[in-house]
């Protein structure tokens, strides 16, 4: 499966921003799919995890409460909406799919990966 991310950008302290991940080449609802990010000079580091059908969310404990994960099967397309954004949050943001229909949060199992997309949160 190919995964397109999308939809970083700058933004202040307190913003918003909804990052999308297309999904093409293979039946996107037999994936689970995941979020993670790295900053520079850090390791990539889990973020938000959804099951096959959407009836599974998991997150990260820095961004529980801010974060919400969903999917759109249709559409092939899973959504990482961001809310109270803070500058600690600035990193590239990168999508995943594994082939298991539950919630994973080891990058191990995640056998595909977008490109990554940009997130800048200015102080």
């Known amino acids: 499966v190919q995964l397109q991310a999308s939809g970083g950008g700058l933004v202040q302290a307190g913003g918003a921003l909804r990052l999308s991940c297309a999904a093409s080449g293979r039946t996107f609802s037999h994936y689970g799919m995941g979020w993670f990010r790295q900053a520079p000079g850090k390791e990539r580091e889990f973020v938000a995890a959804i099951s096959w059908n959407g009836g599974s969310t998991y997150y990260a404990d820095s961004v529980k409460g801010r974060f919400t994960i969903s999917r759109d099967n249709a559409k092939n397309t899973v959504y990482l909406q961001m809310n109270s954004l803070k500058p600690e949050d600035t990193a590239v943001y990168y999508c995943?799919?594994?082939?298991?229909?539950?919630?994973?949060?080891?990058?191990?199992?995640?056998?595909?990966w977008g490109q990554g997309t940009q997130v800048t949160v200015s102080s």
């Open positions: 995943a799919a594994h082939q298991y229909l539950g919630i994973n949060w080891s990058a191990d199992v995640y056998d595909y």
